[in-house]
């Protein structure tokens, strides 16, 4: 089988996005329409004349992405043309979770057939490393750099799988780049459960975040071996499944990994920000049950 | 066979300027509507909302989104999947579109909007000026003006047979002064479903998004080849000319009605005076005209349908041999202190053998009343220009001093 998103794009050695719309498309098969804000993946995949989608598939703005899918939707409703069509809305952490909040929101609350894949890594990787509603608590960017007062991004990663929880998606999942296998049968999952559904898929940068191009997997499974990234499963708003995790590492083999982070392994101070980054793992271990 | 048009006259029905566009837009066999409510353009999706709950739109989906931003961004994918897609909006929803407006145009998707146009905030201001679709000139929409509410409903058709043009494929902004035609109540020719049917055939795109022929929409355009489809763009709003003038004439041998293709001009043959200018004012115009005519004086009238694409070559024809243009204008581009008609006009004819002097005058921005006396005000101040030239090129109408 010819693959459905072709190799020769413009992503970087160890690209996260490439991984993450691999699997997606994997799991989706080749009826689908796929939809991508403006974005990393949009931009390294279709410079014209080329395309290195073996599926139909649209950009349109930043901040529109599930409006345009939900178009879509309803064109191939009107014209008797669904059938098996898997409608995939595929975005950035930015176009997700900051700017094209609104459209998701009306789009899932409208109860459209598609599924929103979140390829989250964490900031605005494309304009440069900008930080975003996604960028975790004390990580460094380029609009939130760590300097002689700051530890860098003082908030942490707004809780997006719950607001599409509040929305009443029927399946809402996270995943992992690092778990091929999750995240294939996840996204199937998520296409084949009628209603909007929504994945989100954690998805380690190596430029933005700083490690070698080797290193994409081992950093996005230290993230869930750490619990700082769980995964889990929601259905009808219930928790449903969620991966244990025997023994969790210490949230510094994760962080000492990626440039993000150096500071707090440099800077006075920087312990108290792991302590409190250790904190936010063991959080979700209580709260997902983990253990 | 040539139908009996008489017929028409009897059939004449006494409806809101908005229902007969939204039964417009109904005989136009739409797949994908979608709407969010603004005054002056609320009737409209409304009513057909309401075809739809009595399902009498087949084949349709109706999308209440959250946003003008979605209603036009859902239309982008509607469109690229091959359904006939149409919203309407105005003022600040069409002001909110504008960053998707260039991407429909670029993407070359034959959306139809209805316009209302309505005068833009800050002050808010619900009533009518041209604000609104002037300030998205340059987005690579057709933007096309009525005149009246039967003009109104038979332009949302022609707006679809000039939109998916394949010569074209452009998206069409289809205008109508808001309150003034929208709410109106007079009577109209409603647009039989079969007559539109052979008007216009049903929408085939040559691209549109399917698994079974898969193409990319929307790619990265590099400075390699983005001048080309800027470029190809221009060369649509050019073949757009003749196919906007092909839609009314056609329109005409089916329907019997013609507004005028790209301009429409009354009593302009022989006039000194020309005054220019879009929509409904046009009619207060031609009373105008009627009145100063029978009293001798040569005043004619020209109608600019089509802002985009601008008609420069139909307006310098039917002007040229007028001794003054008067361009009035709902709308006014701040810091020039004229309005788009007037300038336009201006800058066509400037490299031209026309030269005949041209004076602009802002006018009813906001809903303000324009009264017959104002017109012939401005006839007046057209007519010391023909004897001692231009003195005052572009200017406010009736403004209050009292309020300044
Ligand atoms: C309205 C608008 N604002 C800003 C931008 C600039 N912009 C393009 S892509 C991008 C970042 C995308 O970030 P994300 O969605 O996280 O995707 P990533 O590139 O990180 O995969 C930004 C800020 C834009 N294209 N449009
Ligand atoms: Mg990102």
């Given at each position: 089988?010819?693959p459905?998103?072709?190799?020769?794009?413009r992503?970087?050695?160890?690209?996260c996005?490439?991984?993450?719309a691999k699997?997606?498309?994997?799991?989706?098969?080749?009826?689908?329409?796929?939809?991508?804000?403006?974005?990393?993946?949009e931009?390294?995949t279709?410079p014209y004349p080329?395309?290195s989608?073996n599926?139909?598939f649209?950009?349109s703005?930043?901040?529109n992405?599930a409006?345009?899918?939900?178009g879509?939707?309803?064109?191939?409703?009107?014209?008797?043309?669904?059938g098996?069509?898997?409608i995939i809305?595929m975005?950035g952490?930015?176009a997700?979770?900051?700017?094209g909040?609104r459209?998701?929101s009306?789009?899932?609350?409208?109860?459209?057939?598609?599924?929103y894949?979140?390829?989250?890594?964490e900031?605005?990787?494309?304009?440069g490393?900008?930080?975003s509603?996604?960028?975790?608590?004390?990580?460094?960017?380029?609009?939130?750099p760590a300097?002689?007062v700051?530890?860098g991004?003082?908030?942490?990663?707004?809780n997006?799988?719950?607001?599409m929880?509040?929305?009443?998606?029927?399946?809402?999942?996270?995943?992992?780049?690092?778990?091929?296998?999750?995240?294939?049968?996840?996204v199937?999952k998520?296409?084949?459960?009628?209603?909007?559904?929504?994945?989100?898929?954690?998805?380690?940068?190596?430029t933005?975040?700083?490690?070698?191009?080797?290193?994409?997997?081992?950093v996005a499974?230290?993230?869930?071996?750490?619990?700082?990234?769980?995964?889990y499963e929601?259905e009808?708003?219930?928790?449903?499944k969620?991966?244990?995790?025997?023994?969790?590492?210490?949230?510094?083999?994760y962080?000492?990994?990626?440039?993000r982070f150096?500071?707090l392994?440099?800077?006075?101070g920087g312990d108290?920000?792991?302590k409190?980054i250790q904190?936010?793992?063991?959080?979700?271990i209580e709260k997902?049950?983990?253990q | 066979?040539?139908?009996?048009f008489?017929?028409?006259?009897?059939?004449m029905v006494?409806?809101?300027?908005?229902?007969?566009?939204a039964?417009?837009?109904k005989a136009?066999?739409?797949?994908?509507?979608?709407?969010?409510?603004?005054?002056?353009q609320?009737h409209?999706?409304?009513?057909?909302?309401?075809f739809i709950?009595d399902?009498?739109?087949?084949?349709?989906?109706?999308l209440?989104v959250?946003?003008e931003?979605?209603?036009?961004?859902?239309?982008?994918?509607?469109s690229?999947a091959?359904?006939?897609?149409?919203?309407?909006t105005?003022?600040?929803g069409?002001?909110?579109m504008h960053?998707?407006?260039?991407?429909?145009?670029g993407m070359?998707l034959?959306?139809?909007?209805?316009?209302?146009?309505r005068?833009?905030?800050?002050?808010?201001?619900?009533?009518?000026?041209?604000?609104?679709s002037?300030?998205?000139?340059?987005t690579?929409?057709?933007?096309?003006h009525?005149?009246?509410?039967?003009e109104?409903?038979d332009m949302?058709?022609q707006?679809?047979k000039?939109?998916?043009?394949p010569?074209?494929?452009?998206?069409?902004?289809?205008?109508?002064d808001?309150?003034?035609?929208?709410?109106?109540?007079e009577?109209?020719?409603?647009l039989?479903e079969d007559l539109?049917?052979?008007y216009l055939?049903?929408?085939e795109?040559e691209?549109?998004?399917?698994?079974?022929?898969?193409?990319t929409?929307?790619?990265?355009?590099?400075?390699h080849?983005?001048t080309?489809f800027?470029?190809?763009q221009?060369?649509?709003?050019?073949?757009?000319?003749?196919?906007?003038?092909?839609?009314?004439?056609e329109?005409?041998?089916?329907?019997?009605?013609?507004?005028?293709?790209?301009?429409?001009?009354?009593?302009?043959?022989d006039?000194d005076?020309?005054?220019?200018?879009?929509?409904s004012?046009?009619?207060?115009?031609?009373?105008?005209?009627?009145?100063?005519?029978?009293?001798?004086?040569k005043?004619?009238?020209?109608?600019?349908?089509?802002?985009?694409?601008?008609p420069?070559e139909a307006?310098k024809?039917a002007i040229?041999?007028?001794?003054v243009?008067?361009?009035?204008?709902?709308?006014?581009?701040?810091?020039l202190n004229?309005?788009?008609?007037?300038?336009?006009?201006?800058?066509?004819?400037?490299?031209?053998?026309?030269?005949?002097p041209?004076?602009?005058f802002?006018?009813g921005?906001?809903?303000?009343?324009?009264?017959?006396?104002?017109?012939?005000?401005?006839v007046?101040?057209?007519k010391?220009?023909?004897?001692?030239?231009?003195?005052?090129e572009?200017q406010f109408?009736?403004?209050?001093?009292?309020l300044?």
């Amino acid at each position: 089988m010819k693959p459905l998103l072709q190799a020769g794009h413009r992503g970087c050695a160890g690209c996260c996005d490439a991984i993450a719309a691999k699997f997606t498309l994997m799991a989706a098969g080749e009826d689908c329409i796929v939809v991508s804000p403006t974005g990393c993946l949009e931009v390294m995949t279709t410079p014209y004349p080329e395309s290195s989608w073996n599926v139909p598939f649209i950009h349109s703005l930043f901040e529109n992405n599930a409006a345009v899918a939900s178009g879509i939707e309803a064109a191939l409703k009107a014209k008797g043309e669904f059938g098996n069509t898997k409608i995939i809305a595929m975005g950035g952490d930015g176009a997700t979770l900051d700017i094209g909040m609104r459209s998701i929101s009306g789009a899932f609350e409208r109860g459209h057939d598609f599924t929103y894949v979140c390829i989250d890594n964490e900031a605005y990787m494309n304009t440069g490393v900008q930080r975003s509603g996604a960028t975790p608590f004390a990580a460094s960017t380029t609009t939130s750099p760590a300097g002689k007062v700051s530890f860098g991004n003082i908030r942490p990663k707004k809780n997006m799988p719950a607001i599409m929880v509040a929305h009443g998606s029927p399946y809402v999942t996270t995943t992992s780049i690092g778990y091929p296998k999750d995240m294939i049968r996840k996204v199937k999952k998520a296409v084949d459960v009628e209603g909007p559904t929504y994945v989100h898929a954690h998805s380690p940068c190596t430029t933005g975040w700083g490690f070698d191009t080797s290193k994409t997997i081992e950093v996005a499974k230290l993230a869930v071996e750490t619990c700082l990234w769980p995964l889990y499963e929601m259905e009808d708003g219930e928790l449903t499944k969620a991966k244990k995790i025997k023994n969790p590492k210490p949230v510094e083999d994760y962080l000492k990994m990626q440039r993000r982070f150096k500071h707090l392994f440099t800077m006075e101070g920087g312990d108290e920000m792991i302590k409190k980054i250790q904190a936010l793992a063991d959080a979700n271990i209580e709260k997902f049950g983990l253990q | 066979m040539k139908r009996n048009f008489e017929d028409d006259k009897k059939n004449m029905v006494v409806v809101e300027g908005s229902y007969a566009v939204a039964d417009a837009v109904k005989a136009c066999r739409p797949n994908v509507i979608s709407a969010y409510p603004i005054t002056p353009q609320t009737h409209i999706v409304e009513d057909l909302s309401q075809f739809i709950a009595d399902g009498e739109i087949p084949n349709c989906e109706y999308l209440n989104v959250e946003s003008e931003f979605s209603a036009i961004s859902a239309l982008v994918g509607s469109s690229a999947a091959g359904a006939r897609s149409y919203s309407a909006t105005t003022s600040q929803g069409l002001e909110l579109m504008h960053e998707v407006l260039f991407n429909v145009a670029g993407m070359r998707l034959p959306v139809v909007m209805t316009v209302v146009n309505r005068a833009v905030s800050a002050p808010i201001n619900i009533w009518n000026d041209q604000q609104d679709s002037i300030s998205q000139r340059d987005t690579g929409w057709i933007q096309l003006h009525a005149e009246d509410t039967q003009e109104a409903a038979d332009m949302t058709a022609q707006a679809f047979k000039i939109a998916e043009d394949p010569d074209v494929m452009l998206p069409v902004l289809a205008c109508m002064d808001g309150f003034i035609l929208s709410h109106v109540y007079e009577p109209v020719i409603l647009l039989d479903e079969d007559l539109v049917a052979e008007y216009l055939p049903a929408f085939e795109p040559e691209f549109k998004l399917d698994p079974k022929n898969p193409k990319t929409f929307g790619a990265f355009a590099d400075p390699h080849s983005y001048t080309e489809f800027r470029y190809l763009q221009q060369q649509a709003m050019n073949k757009a000319l003749k196919t906007i003038e092909d839609a009314a004439d056609e329109f005409y041998d089916l329907f019997g009605r013609h507004y005028g293709g790209l301009i429409d001009t009354y009593e302009t043959e022989d006039a000194d005076i020309i005054l220019m200018a879009m929509g409904s004012i046009v009619g207060t115009i031609k009373d105008v005209v009627d009145k100063l005519r029978a009293q001798g004086v040569k005043v004619g009238v020209l109608k600019v349908r089509s802002f985009r694409p601008f008609p420069a070559e139909a307006i310098k024809n039917a002007i040229k041999g007028a001794k003054v243009i008067v361009a009035l204008d709902k709308n006014i581009s701040l810091g020039l202190n004229e309005g788009a008609l007037f300038t336009e006009t201006k800058g066509s004819l400037y490299n031209t053998n026309v030269n005949i002097p041209i004076i602009g005058f802002m006018i009813g921005h906001g809903g303000r009343d324009i009264p017959m006396s104002t017109m012939e005000a401005i006839v007046d101040e057209a007519k010391k220009v023909i004897d001692s030239g231009i003195t005052v090129e572009s200017q406010f109408t009736d403004l209050k001093e009292e309020l300044l």
